[in-house]
């Protein structure tokens, strides 16, 4: 079993920076062999990908709305993924989740959030106009 914790959402300016953090415990993450993944749900919105880490880090990938802006990076020494998330807007408000996932995930499903396993509680976001 694998325990999802995020933390670093708040209340920011448009233009403002957060850096969200998701901290793992339990088997397997110390050895970096999860695929990990950060999405969002809007009030009365579906959840949403934002973006993708494969087990090394040396893979990303990232929704269109969040490319140049957000960086997913991790470090498995401290077992943790990061969501960098620079030039914020408005419609970046959101709850933003962790997930993680033990099996392979193909480059063609990584956004889709029935393929990961686990799931954190969520961190709020809110940017201001």
């Known amino acids: 079993q694998v325990q999802l914790v995020e933390s670093g959402g708040g209340l920011v300016q448009a233009g403002g920076t957060l850096r969200l953090s998701c901290a793992a415990s339990?088997?397997?993450?110390?050895?970096?062999?999860?695929?990990m993944a950060w999405f969002r749900q809007a009030p009365g919105k579906e959840r949403d990908s934002v973006a993708f880490?494969?087990?090394?880090?040396?893979?990303?990938y990232y929704a269109d709305s969040v490319k140049g802006r957000f960086t997913i990076s991790r470090d498995n020494a401290k077992n943790t993924v990061f969501l960098q998330m620079n030039s914020l807007k408005p419609e970046d408000t959101a709850v933003y989740y962790c997930?993680?996932?033990?099996?392979?995930?193909?480059?063609?499903?990584?956004?889709?959030?029935?393929?990961?396993?686990?799931w954190g509680q969520g961190t709020q976001v809110t940017v201001s106009s």
């Open positions: 997930a993680a996932r033990e099996q392979y995930i193909y480059d063609s499903t990584w956004f889709r959030a029935v393929e990961y396993d686990y």
């Open positions: 339990g088997r397997t993450f110390s050895n970096g062999n999860l695929f």
């Open positions: 880490i494969n087990r090394s880090g040396g893979l990303t």
